[in-house]
């Protein structure tokens, strides 16, 4: 692993203007991948997606190798240079084999590195949960993120607090690091910054889809995660993409929604930094 100092200046985006993104000069980053990341004045910030749908046909995503190379260039234009792709574990309707992500990855690689050479993939799962979810990750049916402790978990959206809380407690004494997928759709939360601090502070970490910073999930959903934002109670900001079309990997309005809620060294923990420490298996 490497070590180095970067001193990005502001990036512009033809879509969003100057972005103007403060970075502290001694501020290290270990990440191989980040400082392989080059930033000038004609390029837009670097992203992360750490949760969408990509790999052709698996799951409810891309349903063709095509679709996945219309999502991949949408997701590079909008500035995602590095992918967790997340497809579903969730018993009885989307079991994805862990050898069939495998092979997913193996036949998107050449292209990344034929069209999209600074971008990069990384295999994740996103796990529905349910009594056998953790067990399905001990005997290696469902996968971490990018091979690392932490894991997505998804819920009903009617699930109860004591499930997910108790969900969050199961996780952590086997070993894994849970990230809460789509905060903003279960109604046991919503509006209940209380509870979301409660299960941060049980270990949780916090995602939230980018469509819903601006309104996509409508008002009441924006105002909630609006306040988990300027409460610092997010930690992911992510596509959560399914297609080229109306759930494409799109970023550029959800940065500038951002900008104006949080600060830009938060902005960054939201976009990049975290989904990089996922990676590296570090502590956020």
């Given at each position: 692993?490497?070590?180095?100092?970067?001193?990005?200046?502001?990036?512009?985006?033809?879509?969003?203007?100057?972005?103007?993104i403060a970075f502290d000069s001694e501020r290290v980053y270990t990440?191989?991948?980040f400082l392989r990341m080059v930033y000038d004045m004609n390029k837009m910030?670097?992203?992360?997606?750490m949760h969408c749908h990509i790999l052709p046909g698996l799951d409810d995503g891309s349903r063709s190798m095509e679709q996945t190379i219309s999502m991949l260039k949408i997701a590079y234009d909008e500035g995602v240079r590095l992918i967790i792709a997340t497809p579903h574990y969730h018993?009885?309707?989307?079991?994805?084999?862990?050898?069939?992500?495998?092979?997913?990855?193996?036949?998107?690689?050449?292209?990344?590195r034929d069209n999209f050479p600074d971008m990069e993939i990384y295999a994740g799962q996103e796990i529905y949960y349910y009594s056998e979810a953790v067990e399905a990750l001990n005997d290696n049916k469902a996968r971490t993120m990018a091979g690392s402790g932490y894991?997505?978990?998804?819920?009903?959206?009617?699930?109860?607090?004591?499930?997910i809380s108790s969900s969050i407690y199961e996780a952590e004494t086997n070993g894994y690091v849970p990230i809460i997928a789509h905060i903003e759709r279960y109604s046991c939360v919503h509006d209940r910054t209380d509870r979301v601090a409660e299960l941060i502070e049980s270990g949780a970490y916090i995602q939230v889809n980018a469509g819903t910073v601006t309104g996509g999930m409508g008002r009441s959903s924006k105002k909630f995660v609006k306040k988990l934002l300027k409460e610092?109670?997010?930690h992911f900001i992510s596509s959560d993409a399914h297609s080229d079309r109306t759930r494409a990997p799109r970023f550029s309005e959800a940065v500038k929604a951002l900008g104006k809620i949080c600060k830009p060294d938060y902005c960054m923990e939201l976009l990049w930094d975290n989904a990089i420490k996922v990676i590296?298996?570090?502590?956020?």
């Open positions: 692993m490497q070590t180095g100092r970067i001193r990005p200046p502001a990036a512009r985006c033809p879509k969003m203007g100057y972005i103007d990440s191989r991948v910030i670097h992203i992360a997606d018993i009885g309707r989307m079991m994805v084999e862990q050898s069939k992500i495998d092979a997913a990855i193996e036949s998107i690689t050449p292209v990344i894991i997505l978990l998804e819920y009903s959206p009617d699930e109860s607090y004591d499930v610092h109670m997010v590296n298996n570090e502590e956020i």
